[in-house]
């Protein structure tokens, strides 16, 4: 079979709709370059165990990737994207260059092109992300293992939003809780849930691929007797109190159900939220504690933002 790389130029504010965008033409996954992955520091514990290739990154900007098989409509689907991308502006969302490119590869190209940038991530104090294809021994005794097959996922976990995520549930979830992840896209965010002894968990995603990744995935983690995943818009249709809601969206989303967070939160429950640019901080901030809620910790990596509130008893 031959694949369309599809390579949309832009800038690290736009990558998560973008992504989305793509998932939703038909792509399985995305690939991002960040030329800021090639001089962050990071630390010893959390840090990536392996090098980076400066060649495979543009000198600025951020290039997205994903892969779509050639058919007969493949134009349409890339002008779709295209439209798509530009309508983001309507969410004062920079766009950067906004140069889009596409290339053909074949289908063992493409499958090369996937598993080089994908490697054993340790993001956090418990956990590390596993491609499935890599052989990884466990550091530590307690050490979480995340395994996730970019084929099938909405990227690898270790976008800065999502790690912040993970870092908060570890500060937040209990044994026995109950957790809702909201446009839970690959399912991680409710793996790790899960993985942190979690009762119950419930993944909601609007998008039918997300809902089908998820469940792979969360079948992948044999997580399945915890976590149901299921298509839902926001929090529409929860109506069980429950001890820990987390959503790695956008912030412009995040800000119209602050209040449904609120009502199904118990009594000292836990709202986190990431996905928030710095320009939207203030935004978010405002409309949670508009919503009852008490910012606990501010949590900050790159260019964004995460917040743990609390839900006033």
Not at 72 to 81: A, D, H, K, R
Not at 108 to 132: C, D, G, L, N, R
């Amino acid at each position: 079979m031959k694949w369309s790389e599809i390579a949309i130029h832009t800038t690290n504010e736009a990558v998560e709709p973008i992504s989305n965008i793509l998932h939703e033409a038909g792509a399985s996954g995305v690939v991002i370059e960040d030329p800021a992955e090639l001089v962050k520091e990071r630390q010893d514990q959390f840090g990536e165990i392996y090098q980076l290739n400066p060649n495979d990154y543009p000198t600025e900007g951020v290039i997205v990737k994903a892969y779509l098989p050639v058919t007969s409509f493949l134009g349409e689907t890339v002008e779709e994207i295209k439209e798509a991308i530009n309508n983001l502006i309507i969410y004062d969302i920079d766009l950067g260059l906004n140069s889009v490119t596409i290339s053909e590869v074949n289908e063992e190209e493409w499958a090369t092109a996937w598993k080089k940038y994908y490697h054993p991530v340790k993001i956090s104090e418990k956990f590390t992300i596993v491609p499935t294809w890599e052989e990884y021994e466990p550091v530590h005794s307690d050490e979480l293992i995340i395994e996730l097959d970019p084929g099938m996922a909405f990227g690898t976990g270790t976008h800065p939003t999502t790690v912040m995520c993970i870092q908060a549930l570890e500060k937040t979830v209990n044994a026995g809780d109950t957790v809702v992840d909201v446009g839970t896209g690959s399912g991680v965010l409710s793996i790790a849930a899960a993985l942190l002894k979690s009762k119950s968990v419930t993944a909601l995603d609007l998008d039918e691929v997300a809902v089908k990744s998820a469940k792979l995935n969360v079948k992948l983690n044999k997580v399945q007797d915890v976590v149901s995943v299921s298509q839902g818009n926001l929090l529409d249709g929860v109506k069980e109190k429950v001890d820990v809601v987390v959503a790695n969206i956008l912030a412009e989303v995040i800000v119209r159900f602050t209040d449904d967070a609120a009502n199904i939160l118990k009594p000292e429950g836990y709202f986190i939220t990431s996905g928030i640019i710095q320009q939207k901080k203030q935004d978010v901030k405002d409309a949670l504690l508009a919503s009852g809620f008490e910012i606990v910790e501010t949590l900050a990596m790159e260019d964004w933002i995460a917040f743990i509130a609390k839900k006033k008893g």
